[in-house]
């Protein structure tokens, strides 16, 4: 059942949509307060006809409680999330994750992953990337244009659960099944980074003294 609750009418009972064709997995609201998108991940995904099952993504008009579209996917949609700028969905199902056109809900890429995905967050600024989180413990950060893996950071101890970008795009977050949430820098720290490259130019010689290659400003 899909409750939805007034905040500014705490005493009242929730408005209640049971329509839906399986166990609710995952929501979140999609271009206005009328409109809830969600997933189900058990007996509504069945297609007798082609004998296969999959899970239906699905878009709800909260007024009316139909449902008003379908996406469907061959495994369980674990997330979904909406773009901050409106344009895509990003779901994570198996070992793919998918990008939906937020509008007219076509497929517009698909990336297969390493490992099953549980989560995953498109960059919110520019959209260039997006991070995925998911059985293997690792979080990696792709590039949305391509699919290509540009960095991975190590350090959960259990599957990742849940990974989103701050409103900014400059860190994002992990959670897994290890009891922890991780904070990640998304955008390189340049005064880290020159420190870093000055100290790369110092040698030490056999008196046991620096020198560097090149003046580096005092360092």
């Given at each position: ?8 009418r ?66 369980p ?121 000055k ?21």
């Amino acid at each position: 059942i899909l409750r939805v609750f007034d905040l500014n009418r705490l005493d009242a009972p929730p408005t209640e949509v049971d329509k839906s064709p399986g166990s609710i997995r995952t929501l979140t609201w999609l271009h206005s307060d009328q409109t809830i998108l969600s997933s189900c991940t058990d007996i509504g995904g069945v297609r007798h006809e082609l004998y296969e099952i999959r899970s239906r993504t699905l878009l709800w008009d909260v007024r009316s409680g139909k449902i008003v579209q379908t996406l469907e996917t061959k495994s369980p949609v674990t997330s979904a999330e909406v773009s901050q700028d409106g344009r895509y969905i990003t779901t994570a199902d198996g070992s793919t994750v998918k990008f939906w056109d937020a509008n007219h809900f076509g497929l517009v890429k698909s990336y297969d992953m390493p490992c099953n995905i549980e989560s995953a967050s498109l960059e919110p600024k520019s959209g260039e990337k997006f991070v995925a989180g998911g059985e293997d413990m690792w979080v990696r950060v792709f590039d949305f244009y391509t699919g290509e893996e540009i960095g991975c950071n190590k350090g959960h101890h259990g599957p990742v659960h849940c990974v989103r970008f701050s409103p900014t795009g400059e860190s994002y977050a992990s959670g897994s099944e290890d009891g922890t949430i991780r904070i990640w820098q998304s955008t390189p720290n340049h005064s880290l980074d020159e420190v870093a490259k000055k100290i790369e130019g110092f040698h030490i010689n056999k008196e046991g003294k620096n020198t560097a290659d090149k003046p580096s400003d005092g360092y």
